[in-house]
C-alpha cells in the first residue's frame, strides 16, 4: 500500500519533467502554484501517468488549444475540445484523461488550497457558482489567446518567486475568466441568485468543512438565515445543505487516506472530530466502510 501511495503522490505532486513549469515552495502536498504547457509527446506523457482514478489535491485549471479528451469530473463525463477549459477543486473524484485526437495542446495552471484561502476575498463569485454548478466552458479563440498571453506572464512572474505579485496577476486571471463565462450566453447559462448563493456556501464548504461541520455557521458567513440556505441549496442542487458538508468531508477524508500516511486519530483530528471512534463512525456511515479498511484495500 505505501509504495502505490508513494506512486500516486509522485504522479500527482511531480510535474518537473514537463516544460513551462515553476514552483512557489509551499507546506502542501502539492507546491503553491504551478503553470505548466502540455503538447505533443509531454500531453500523451502527462495522461498516461495519471491515476486511473484519483481525487484531485489541489485547485486546476485546464485549457484545451489544441484536440480534444474526454474526462469525467465527479462521475459526469464531458466532452472538450479546442477552446475548451474547465476548473476542477480539490477532492473533486476524477478518471484518467482520454484523448479523443492524436495530437493535443493543453495549458495548466494548479494552485493549492493554501494560496487559493489567501484570495478568498477577491474571489469573483461568477466563477466560483459556475466551478461547483458547470465546471466546463467553451471560450472564444480570442479569448484563449488571452490566456496563453497570461500563462506567459504567470510563468515569468512566477520564477521571480514574488508572491505577492503572484497573487495579484492570479487574481486578475480569474476575474478575466469570470468575465467571460458571464458574457458567454451560448454555452453557459446566467447565474440565478439562487446559484451564486449555493456557489457561495460550496467554495465555503470546501475552504473550512474541516473545521465547521454546522449548517449555522455557513448561514452566519453568508448574512442569511439557516432555513434559507438550506431552502436555496435544496432547490438549486436538489440536495441538502448538510449532505453537500457531509459529502465534502467524505471526499476529504477518502484524499487522506489514499494520498497520505497520517493515522486514523491524524485525520480525525485535522477533520474537525472529537474523536476517531466519532470519525469512524461517520465514514462508515457514508461509505460503508471503516477508514481502515478502506485504506486496507487501496
Known amino acids: 500500500m505505501a509504495g502505490k501511495q508513494e506512486n500516486e503522490n509522485r504522479i500527482l505532486?511531480?510535474?518537473?519533467?514537463?516544460?513551462?513549469?515553476?514552483?512557489?515552495?509551499?507546506?502542501?502536498?502539492?507546491?503553491?502554484?504551478?503553470?505548466?504547457?502540455?503538447?505533443?509527446?509531454?500531453?500523451?506523457?502527462?495522461?498516461?501517468?495519471?491515476?486511473?482514478?484519483?481525487?484531485?489535491?489541489?485547485?486546476?485549471?485546464?485549457?484545451?488549444?489544441?484536440?480534444?479528451?474526454?474526462?469525467?469530473?465527479?462521475?459526469?463525463?464531458?466532452?472538450?475540445?479546442?477552446?475548451?477549459?474547465?476548473?476542477?477543486?480539490?477532492?473533486?473524484?476524477?478518471?484518467?484523461?482520454?484523448?479523443?485526437?492524436?495530437?493535443?495542446?493543453?495549458?495548466?495552471?494548479?494552485?493549492?488550497?493554501?494560496?487559493?484561502?489567501?484570495?478568498?476575498l477577491q474571489f469573483p463569485l461568477a466563477l466560483i457558482s459556475h466551478v461547483y454548478i458547470h465546471p466546463v466552458w467553451h471560450m472564444s479563440a480570442q479569448k484563449i489567446q488571452g490566456?496563453?498571453?497570461?500563462?506567459?506572464?504567470?510563468?515569468?512572474?512566477?520564477?521571480?518567486?514574488?508572491?505577492?505579485?503572484?497573487?495579484?496577476l492570479v487574481n486578475s486571471f480569474f476575474h478575466f475568466l469570470a468575465g467571460d463565462i458571464a458574457n458567454t450566453k451560448q454555452n453557459v447559462p446566467s447565474f440565478s441568485r439562487n446559484e451564486e448563493i449555493t456557489g457561495r456556501f460550496l467554495h465555503?464548504?470546501?475552504?473550512?468543512?474541516?473545521?465547521?461541520?454546522?449548517?449555522?455557521?455557513?448561514?452566519?458567513?453568508?448574512?442569511?438565515?439557516?432555513r434559507y440556505v438550506a431552502n436555496t441549496v435544496k432547490e438549486t442542487l436538489g440536495m441538502t445543505a448538510s449532505s453537500c458538508i457531509e459529502f465534502a468531508l467524505t471526499r476529504r477524508a477518502k484524499t487522506l487516506l489514499c494520498t497520505t500516511t497520517l493515522s486514523i486519530q491524524e485525520i480525525a483530528d485535522r477533520l474537525g472530530f472529537q474523536n476517531q471512534s466519532h470519525f469512524g463512525t461517520f465514514f462508515k456511515r457514508h461509505t460503508d466502510l471503516s477508514p481502515a479498511a478502506f485504506r486496507k484495500k487501496l
Open 13 to 120: 505532486t511531480d510535474f518537473s519533467i514537463f516544460k513551462w513549469m515553476s514552483f512557489i515552495p509551499g507546506e502542501t502536498s502539492v507546491d503553491d502554484i504551478s503553470v505548466m504547457k502540455f503538447d505533443g509527446s509531454t500531453t500523451n506523457l502527462f495522461l498516461k501517468n495519471l491515476p486511473a482514478e484519483y481525487f484531485s489535491p489541489c485547485y486546476t485549471l485546464q485549457f484545451v488549444t489544441k484536440g480534444g479528451f474526454q474526462a469525467s469530473i465527479n462521475n459526469q463525463d464531458y466532452n472538450l475540445q479546442a477552446n475548451d477549459g474547465y476548473l476542477i477543486i480539490p477532492d473533486f473524484f476524477m478518471r484518467r484523461l482520454e484523448p479523443t485526437s492524436e495530437h493535443m495542446e493543453l495549458y495548466v495552471m494548479s494552485i493549492s488550497r493554501k494560496f487559493m484561502m489567501e484570495m478568498n
Open 147 to 168: 490566456v496563453i498571453h497570461y500563462f506567459d506572464l504567470l510563468r515569468e512572474v512566477i520564477e521571480t518567486q514574488n508572491r505577492t505579485a503572484t497573487m495579484y
Open 204 to 226: 465555503l464548504v470546501d475552504a473550512h468543512c474541516d473545521r465547521h461541520h454546522n449548517l449555522d455557521w455557513y448561514a452566519e458567513q453568508l448574512c442569511l438565515t439557516t
